[in-house]
């Protein structure tokens, strides 16, 4: 009797199993086929040149085209629906007012927590714009003259000369006059003649007399001219770049100009992350503006979208040879949406195929990203 309660028991769980597996398979095929029947809001935004709009007003760029043909592969319907920001666009996919969000966006792990994403199709970094008109500008000089660095090379120097200044007076105060007359009047004149042989204009009737005054002389010739030349060949360097290229030579640099960003953006988490100050603005277009005017030295955004507005906006701004925060830009989904793995083969089919490398090639020059 046990052993027959047991298999019974046995026999139910599997039927229970089998008709739970089943149900699933069924719901996921029913969802599937709803998707491909039923017509699909895909959600895009002014991205150029992943996503924009002809004279015509239909949606184009990179973004847009391999959407396309990854939805007549699929036989998938579908209408764009416009968005003003990429927060917007995530936040009407989590929503549920789009199926999809095909754009430039980027993937982050906070994004992550509140739509699903494909697999990358775009492998980018953030990109730095600066103001070209380095010759008419002599405020990167001005800053690099202000600057911490400059301060402290100069602070170097005076301190060496007071150093030859005060051993100076210490081996002459008592055997020669011209370093006599008191404490005040000995060290200064020590001093001042350690800032003349600095600069190759020793006075002749201030001179060291002792042994050890004039192999301390000798020293500090020796190691003025040095110095001045380390510093002359350093500072020269320093605000010839400054001067040719701007503040932004470097990611350290941003911490130390007036950096410009898009609000809600990728590069807005990387600048926390990297506790450099932003100030934001609401487009791109915005940013560029902001640059011209000077309220900003610096604008940070997507490097491919940068090299776009300048190259075919004719908007006066350099692209720097700064790059960070390397970027991925993906198709937004809901979470529980079917399409994710079907989207996903055929991403990876197209990335691989010659006419991927043909659509970059058309939109940025480049058959590689």
């Known amino acids: 009797m046990k ?4 298999s019974a028991s046995i026999a139910v769980i599997l039927v229970l199993t089998l008709v739970l597996v089943l149900s699933t398979l069924l719901q996921a095929a029913a969802l599937e086929g709803e998707a491909q029947n039923r017509e699909l809001v895909v959600g895009t935004k002014e991205a150029p040149p992943f996503a924009m709009k002809d004279k015509n007003g239909n949606w184009e760029g990179i973004s847009i085209e391999l959407w396309r043909r990854i939805a007549g592969k699929l036989g998938l319907q579908y209408r ?3 968005a003003a920001s990429v927060p917007s666009l995530l936040d009407g996919v989590r929503a549920g007012d789009f199926d999809v969000a095909v754009a430039a966006i980027t993937v982050t792990p906070a994004r992550e927590q509140q739509v699903d994403f494909t697999t990358p199709y775009f ?10 008109d380095r010759i008419a500008s002599w405020m990167p000089v001005v800053r690099s003259i202000t600057s911490y660095s400059f301060m402290q090379a100069i602070g ?3 301190g060496l000369a007071l150093l030859a200044g005060v051993l100076i007076w210490l081996f002459e105060r008592r055997n020669n006059e011209g370093f006599g007359g008191g404490v005040v009047r000995g060290l200064s004149s020590g001093v001042f003649w350690s800032a003349n042989a600095m600069t190759q204009r020793v006075d002749a009737s201030i001179i060291p007399v002792t042994l050890a005054g004039r192999i301390i002389a000798v020293i500090w ?3 003025s001219v040095i110095a001045i030349a380390v510093f002359t060949a350093g500072i020269t360097s320093t605000l010839t ?3 040719l290229h ?3 030579n470097s990611v350290g640099d941003l911490s130390a100009v007036r950096v410009g960003i898009v609000k809600g953006t990728a590069t807005e988490d990387a600048l926390s992350r990297m506790r450099v100050k932003y100030r934001t603005v609401a487009s791109p277009k915005e940013g560029f503006e902001a640059l011209r005017k000077g309220t900003i030295d610096a604008f940070a955004y997507d490097r491919p979208i940068l090299a776009w507005m300048i190259r075919q906006g004719g908007l006066s701004a350099d692209l720097s040879e700064v790059r960070f925060e390397p970027q991925d830009y993906a198709i937004a ?3 529980d949406s079917p399409l994710r793995k079907e989207l996903n083969v055929e991403l990876l089919e197209a990335e691989q195929s010659d006419w991927w490398k043909d659509v970059l090639f058309r939109y940025l020059g480049q058959t590689t990203n």
Not at 3 to 6: K, N, P, T, V
Request: proline content about 3%.
């Open 80 to 82: 764009f629906a416009e």
């Open 246 to 248: 701007g503040m932004v």
């Open 241 to 243: 770049t400054k001067r």
């Open 156 to 158: 170097a120097l005076l």
């Open 221 to 223: 010739m020796v190691v």
């Open 123 to 132: 492998h980018t970094g953030t990109g730095v714009a600066v103001e070209p």
């Open 3 to 6: 052993r027959y309660l047991r």
């Open 333 to 335: 989904l809901r979470s």
